[in-house]
C-alpha cells in the first residue's frame, strides 16, 4: 500500500472518530449549578431521588432536575400559571405544588396544583383569588396537606386538605388571625409564629397550641421562622424560632436562634438564647436534625446559613454565604445520611452542598 492510499484511509478514519466523539448523541456532563429566579427543594424519599424545581418568571417555565450526589440531571420543563411558592412530593408520589404572585404574575390567584413528578397531567385542586397570594407551609401529614396562605394583606388562614379526595379540595380544620406567617404542624402539637402583633407597630409573638392547652413563647419582639423538635414522649415539645425580627431591620432587627423548653414546675415556656449572628437582621428558615443521638440544627436568613451541633455548645459553623443582593436567598435540605447531609441553596444561581457530619 504506498503512502497516499494509507494517509487517505487515516483521514477516513479520524473524521469518523471525531464524528462519532462529537455527535449530539453525546449526553452532555451533568451541572453542578443551574440559574433560575425562584428554586424549591422537595426532600428524597424512600425509594425517590430528591428534586429541584427552578422557576423562570419570564418564560413561566418550570424545570425539575434530578439529584445524584453534587450534580442535578434535567429531567421536564413545562409552562405553568405562576410562580412557584412551596412544593411538596405527596404519599403517592405525585408533586403538590403551590403556586401565587410574583415578579410578572401580581395578580395570579393561590393554585394547588398536583402532577407527575415529571411535571406531567397536572391538575388544579384548589384555587382562590386573594389581594396577597402568598403560601407560607405545605406538608403532607398523616391523612392531611396542611396549608398556610394569605387571604388578605394582613391576614393569615391555616387549614388542611385530604389528599385523596377529587378536585377540587375544600379546606377544613380553618383558622384566621393577623400575620401568622411561620407555622409548624406535628399533630397534636401547634406552633406558630407572627412578626407583628395585632396592633400596628406591636411587636410579634410565637405560641404552642396543644389540645386546648394553649402557651406563649417568650420571645424577644416578632418572629420570622419556628420549627417543633420531635417530642420523644415528651408533653410539651421544644420549639426553635428565629425570633428578635423588627420593622426597623436595618438597625434594630436581630438574627437570634432560640431553643424554648417547658418547664413543667413553672408551667411554661423557658427560652434560652443559642446564636444572634451579627451579619443578619433575621433566621428565616430552621431545619432541625436528629444524628448520632445528637441535635444538629440548620438555619439560614437573609444571607447566609449556620450549622449548629448540641454537642458543641451550639458553635456557629458558617455554611454558605449569599453574596447577590438582588435575589431572597433561600435553601432546602434534599437528603440526609449516616455521613453528610445535602443542601440545595439558591442565590439566583441553583447551588448543591454536601455537608459532613
Request: aromatic share 8%; glycine share 8%; no cysteine.
Amino acid at each position: 500500500m504506498n503512502n497516499f492510499k494509507l494517509q487517505f484511509i487515516l483521514t477516513i478514519l479520524l473524521g469518523l472518530f471525531v464524528g462519532t466523539a462529537s455527535s449530539e448523541d453525546t449526553p452532555a456532563p451533568a451541572p453542578t449549578e443551574v440559574k433560575a429566579d425562584v428554586m424549591l427543594g422537595i426532600k428524597a424519599g424512600p425509594s425517590s431521588p430528591a428534586l429541584v424545581l427552578g422557576y423562570n418568571n419570564t418564560s413561566r417555565e418550570l424545570s425539575v432536575y434530578d439529584v445524584s450526589g453534587d450534580k442535578l440531571t434535567h429531567k421536564a420543563t413545562q409552562v405553568i400559571p405562576g410562580p412557584p411558592h412551596q412544593a411538596i412530593r405527596l404519599s403517592d408520589g405525585k408533586l403538590l405544588l403551590a403556586l401565587g404572585y410574583g415578579r410578572g404574575a401580581l395578580e395570579e390567584p393561590i393554585r394547588l396544583m398536583k402532577m407527575n413528578a415529571d411535571l406531567s397531567d397536572s391538575e388544579e385542586m384548589f384555587s382562590l383569588a386573594s389581594p396577597r397570594s402568598q403560601i407560607n407551609y405545605l406538608r403532607e401529614i398523616g391523612d392531611k396537606v396542611w396549608i398556610s396562605y394569605f387571604d388578605s394583606k394582613y391576614f393569615t388562614v391555616r387549614g388542611s386538605f385530604r389528599p385523596r379526595d377529587s378536585a377540587p379540595w375544600t379546606l377544613q380544620d380553618q383558622q384566621r388571625e393577623r400575620l401568622a406567617t411561620t407555622l409548624e404542624v406535628m399533630p397534636p402539637f401547634y406552633a406558630i409564629g407572627r412578626p407583628y402583633g395585632d396592633q400596628i407597630g406591636a411587636d410579634g409573638d410565637a405560641r404552642v397550641e396543644i389540645g386546648k392547652e394553649v402557651f406563649t413563647l417568650p420571645t424577644l419582639r416578632g418572629v420570622s421562622s419556628i420549627a417543633l423538635l420531635p417530642p420523644g414522649g415528651r408533653k410539651y415539645p421544644k420549639v426553635l424560632a428565629g425570633d428578635g425580627w423588627h420593622q426597623n431591620y436595618g438597625k434594630i432587627a436581630k438574627a437570634r436562634l432560640t431553643l424554648f423548653t417547658f418547664d413543667t414546675q413553672k408551667k411554661a415556656y423557658q427560652s434560652e438564647v443559642l446564636d444572634t449572628d451579627p451579619e443578619q437582621f433575621q433566621i428565616s428558615k430552621i431545619i432541625p436534625l436528629l444524628h448520632d443521638r445528637k441535635l444538629l440544627v440548620i438555619a439560614g436568613g437573609n444571607k447566609a446559613v449556620n450549622l449548629y451541633d448540641s454537642t458543641k455548645k451550639w458553635k456557629r459553623e458558617r455554611i454558605f454565604t449569599n453574596t447577590n443582593e438582588n435575589v431572597v436567598f433561600d435553601f432546602d435540605l434534599l437528603s440526609k445520611d449516616d455521613a453528610s447531609v445535602t443542601l440545595v441553596l439558591f442565590d439566583g444561581t441553583i447551588h448543591l452542598k454536601q455537608i459532613p457530619l
